[in-house]
């Protein structure tokens, strides 16, 4: 979902501390070995759960976190309209008649090579994996059938050539868990076989997901998931807790590391020089740092993207147009990116 969890006091460099279930693995790691490293810790699970399960289990991983009688509809973007555009719907809605909700495999169950095959409340095993079931109303998820994952913008629907775009503020959710399903099942859940597009170079994963995980950050919406899921299914998905997993594993675009493992040091950070601060007209950039700094972002605290442009060594950036507040700038490169925190006045 397309806003930011941002905790002040862990500026100027963004970071969350590492869930004690990644104590055992070696994050030194990279590419493959970072795959299998993940694969080996996210494959044990409570075989018990079934898809029945997953009826209870969504109203706490998926509640609305601005409305405790709600759940949250993937791909629903408007409340006030048609009831199959739902973004929310109350917890007891469910079932699978208009208006109502069901348990959507995002991974979809054709999909997957094996097929996931047909399910019922006794399934277990991967067509009842949680980390791959959201609410969804009922047409929609009729709507979106098993068409691949495609690139888009705006809200969600068909796309290309029978091809889907879960929507902006869902995009990232899905990337993250197609990282996770091909992980999790390895070659059953390639990700071509649910998305359409390129592959980055080297690797089977989609341009598309690893350029979601990097565009659409994790909010708490999405961060009450893993806790609830490890204790009633026994793992977690890796690419919530730290989105810069991706990048590690298979490049791409750089995607937010929550667990600072882009080693930015305190050299790096105090040599780059943001002034003045507050200000109302124009701040300064100036590094001095072994790494250059390509481009800067500004975002509102809720993740929105304000401005973003490329960026010269030392080179002054104009906020006038920005309203009075507190706002975050990100400055870096495609290898590292410092965060620092701006107030216009």
Not at 233 to 252: K, M, Q, S
Request: aromatic residues 10%.
């Amino acid at each position: 979902m397309n806003n930011r969890l941002l905790l002040l006091f862990m500026l100027p460099a963004l970071c969350f501390g590492q869930q004690p279930y990644y104590n055992g693995i070696d994050l030194s790691l990279t590419g493959q070995d970072m795959y299998l490293e993940l694969q080996s810790i996210i494959s044990n699970y409570n075989s018990n759960f079934n898809y029945g399960d997953v009826r209870d289990t969504v109203l706490i991983t998926d509640e609305d976190t601005e409305n405790s009688s709600n759940v949250l509809l993937i791909y629903g973007y408007d409340d006030t309209g048609s009831c199959t555009t739902d973004r929310t719907r109350d917890k007891d809605d469910f079932g699978g008649t208009s208006c109502e909700y069901n348990r959507e495999h995002v991974f979809s169950r054709s999909n997957a090579n094996p097929t996931m095959g047909s399910v019922n409340n006794a399934s277990t095993g991967i067509g009842a994996d949680p980390h791959n079931l959201r609410p969804s109303d009922q047409q929609m998820n009729g709507n979106r059938d098993n068409k691949k994952f495609a690139t888009g913008s705006g809200d969600a629907g068909n796309v290309g050539s029978g091809n889907w775009y879960p929507g902006d503020e869902w995009k990232g959710d899905v990337a993250r868990m197609m990282m996770y399903m091909y992980t999790r099942y390895g070659d059953r859940c390639l990700p071509s076989l649910n998305g359409a597009g390129t592959t980055q170079s080297g690797n089977d994963m989609l341009q598309i997901y690893l350029q979601w995980n990097a565009d659409d950050m994790v909010n708490d919406y999405e961060d009450q998931r893993n806790p609830y899921l490890e204790n009633v299914y026994g793992n977690r998905n890796p690419f919530i807790d730290n989105p810069y997993l991706a990048t590690i594993i298979w490049g791409g675009p750089v995607a937010e590391d929550r667990w600072g493992l882009a080693s930015v040091s305190e050299n790096d950070l105090s040599n780059v020089v943001i002034f003045p601060i507050p200000s109302s007209e124009t701040i300064w950039v100036q590094s001095n740092s072994s790494f250059p700094l390509e481009a800067y972002v500004i975002y509102d605290l809720s993740g929105r993207i304000i401005s973003e442009a490329t960026l010269d060594a030392s080179e002054a950036i104009d906020i006038s147009s920005l309203n009075k507040g507190l706002y975050l700038l990100e400055v870096g490169n495609t290898d590292k990116k410092i965060t620092k925190k701006i107030i216009v006045n």
